[in-house]
C-alpha cells in the first residue's frame, strides 16, 4: 500500500530534535521503542487525531488516558473557553477547587480531604512525601515495572519511558534518595511480605497501582489487593493506591471500587484534569491534615488547582457520572476487545491480551504476564511491526508494547470495525 506522507513531521523532529533533547517533551513519544519519526499532531475530535501532513488516526492513546470522553468533548471545551474568559490564574482560592474536590469525594468514599496538584508525578511525590511526614518512617515499598511518575524516590525499577528505555535506575538519582525505596513483585503478596517483615516499623507506606497500566496492563490476582491491604495494616504501614490512570477509568471510584480494597492514600491525575494538566492525591483526614498548613508537611504550588484546569476536570467527571456512562464504555471495550482476540486467533501470532474494562494491552508472548519480569518477555520488535502497520493503516496506538491502550466513549462501532479489520491486515504481515 502507498506510505502516508509524512514530509512535514519528518521537518519538525529534525527541528524539535536542534531545540529539545530527542525532539520531545516525554521520552515515550519519541518512537525510539519502534523505530520510525513520531507524528506532530495538531488537532483531534472524538475518537480522531491528526496530524500535520493531513493523516486522520483512530486514537486509542487518549494523551495516554485522559481523553475518557474522546478529544475535544463539547462541553469540555466550553467550561475551558468560558472559564478562560474569566482570567487563567489567581493564586487564590477558586470556586472551582471546592466543586472538584467535591466530585472527586463523592466519587472516592476513602478520601475525605483532597489536595489538587498539577501533575500525577506531583501527586505522587507528595502523596510519598506525606506518608513519610506522617508515619515518621522513611521507607518505601513499590512494585517491579510500576510508575509513578519521575521523582527521584519512585524512579527505581519504574515502568513506563524508564521501562521502554531499560533505565530503572536514572543517572542523577542519588544513592541517598533510592536506597529507601524498596522494590517487591506484583501479584507477589510473599515479596511484599518478606520485605515487611525484614524492614520492621520503618517502612512508611507501600504504594502500588492497583491494576499497574505502565509494564502494560497487568490485573491484580484475586485477593492480592486485599491481602495488601491486610498485611499493610498488620504492619502500620500506609497503603498508596496510586490510580492516575485507573481513577474514573475502570469505574468511576476506580480500581478500590471494582475490587472493593480501601486504601489510606490515592493518587489521582489524568482523568480528573479532562486533557489539562492535574494530579490530586487524597485520604483519609488525620493524614491528609498533617500537611502545610494544617500540619508541618509542606506542600504548594503556583498554579496547583488551576481554573482552566478544574473547569475541564469537573466537566469530564460530570459527564462520567451520567447513568449509564461506564455500562456504555465498556460495552465498546468489549466490543472491540472480542473482534480483536478473533483477529489474533485466527491469524497464529502468539499474543496474549490483559484487559480491565476500558484498559488493555496485547502482548506479544504466550503468555500469561502478571508481572514485570512475565511482561518482558514480550516480542518488542514483533510489537514494532504491528505498531507500523496499524498507523499506516489509520489507526494510532501507544509506540511502546510496555503501555495501556484506551477506549472513549467517542470509539464508534464503524472505529472498532475499521480497527479490527486493520489487525488482521497487519497480524497476516507479521
Ligand atoms: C501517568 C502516571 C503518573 C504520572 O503522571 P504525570 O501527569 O505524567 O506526571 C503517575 N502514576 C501513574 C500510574 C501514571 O500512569
Known amino acids: 500500500m502507498a506510505r502516508m506522507k509524512t514530509t512535514t513531521s519528518i521537518h519538525l523532529f529534525s527541528l524539535a530534535n536542534t531545540l529539545i533533547p530527542g525532539g520531545v517533551n516525554s ?6 521503542s519502534v523505530g520510525g519519526t513520531p507524528l506532530f499532531l495538531e488537532r483531534a475530535k472524538g475518537s480522531t487525531v491528526r496530524d500535520v501532513d493531513g493523516n486522520a488516526f483512530i486514537d486509542y492513546v487518549g494523551s495516554w488516558g485522559p481523553m475518557i470522553l474522546g478529544h475535544a468533548h463539547p462541553k469540555v471545551v466550553a467550561a475551558i473557553r468560558a472559564s478562560a474568559s474569566r482570567g487563567t490564574s489567581y493564586g487564590a482560592p477558586t470556586p472551582g477547587e471546592v466543586g472538584l474536590s467535591r466530585l472527586i469525594r463523592k466519587a472516592f468514599p476513602s478520601i475525605e480531604k483532597v489536595r ?24 518505601i515499598i513499590k512494585f517491579e515495572g510500576g510508575y509513578h511518575g519521575h521523582a527521584d524516590a519512585m524512579l527505581v525499577s519504574a515502568g513506563s519511558g524508564a521501562l521502554t528505555f531499560g533505565l530503572p535506575d536514572s543517572p542523577g538519582v542519588p544513592r541517598e534518595a533510592a536506597k529507601h525505596t524498596l522494590t517487591a513483585a506484583f501479584n507477589d503478596i510473599a515479596s511484599v511480605k518478606r520485605l515487611l517483615e525484614r524492614n520492621r516499623n520503618q517502612v512508611a507506606a507501600v504504594i502500588v497501582e492497583p491494576i499497574p497500566g505502565n509494564m502494560g496492563v497487568v490485573p491484580p490476582a484475586p485477593g492480592f489487593l486485599a491481602e495488601l491491604r491486610t498485611l499493610t495494616k498488620r504492619h502500620r504501614a500506609l497503603l498508596i493506591f496510586d490510580e492516575v490512570i485507573s481513577g474514573f477509568r475502570v469505574a468511576f471510584g476506580g480500581a478500590q ?14 482523568i480528573i484534569g479532562g486533557g489539562l494538566p492535574v494530579g490530586a492525591f487524597g485520604g483519609r483526614k488525620e493524614i491528609m491534615d498533617a500537611l502545610s498548613p494544617v500540619g508541618p508537611v509542606y506542600q504548594a504550588g503556583t498554579l496547583s488547582g488551576n481554573p482552566l484546569a478544574v473547569a475541564a476536570g469537573i466537566a469530564t467527571l460530570t459527564e462520567l457520572s451520567r447513568k449509564g456512562a ?36 496485547t502482548f506479544f508472548q504466550k503468555g500469561p504476564v502478571t508481572d514485570y519480569v512475565s511482561a518482558r518477555r514480550s516480542d518488542t520488535k514483533r510489537y514494532a511491526k504491528y505498531f507500523h502497520g496499524l498507523l499506516e493503516r489509520g489507526i494510532y496506538i501507544a509506540p511502546s508494547q510496555f503501555e495501556a491502550g484506551f477506549v472513549s466513549l467517542a470509539h464508534t462501532k464503524r472505529d472498532m470495525d475499521r480497527t479490527i479489520a486493520a489487525a488482521k491486515a497487519v497480524l497476516a504481515t507479521l
Open 326 to 361: 461506564y455500562r456504555e464504555l465498556n460495552a465498546k471495550a468489549d466490543y472491540l476487545a472480542e473482534g480483536m482476540a478473533g483477529a489474533f486467533s485466527a491469524s497464529g501470532v502468539p499474543t496474549y491480551t490483559n484487559r480491565v474494562g476500558s484498559m488493555g494491552t
Open 257 to 270: 471500587e471494582l475490587f472493593g480494597v480501601v486504601p489510606d492514600l490515592t493518587v489521582l491525575g489524568k
Open 27 to 32: 521520552p515515550v513519544r519519541a518512537f525510539r
Open 116 to 139: 489538587l496538584v498539577s501533575s500525577g508525578t506531583e501527586a505522587a511525590m507528595s502523596a510519598v512525601r506525606l506518608a513519610r511526614g506522617y508515619s515518621g518512617k522513611d521507607k
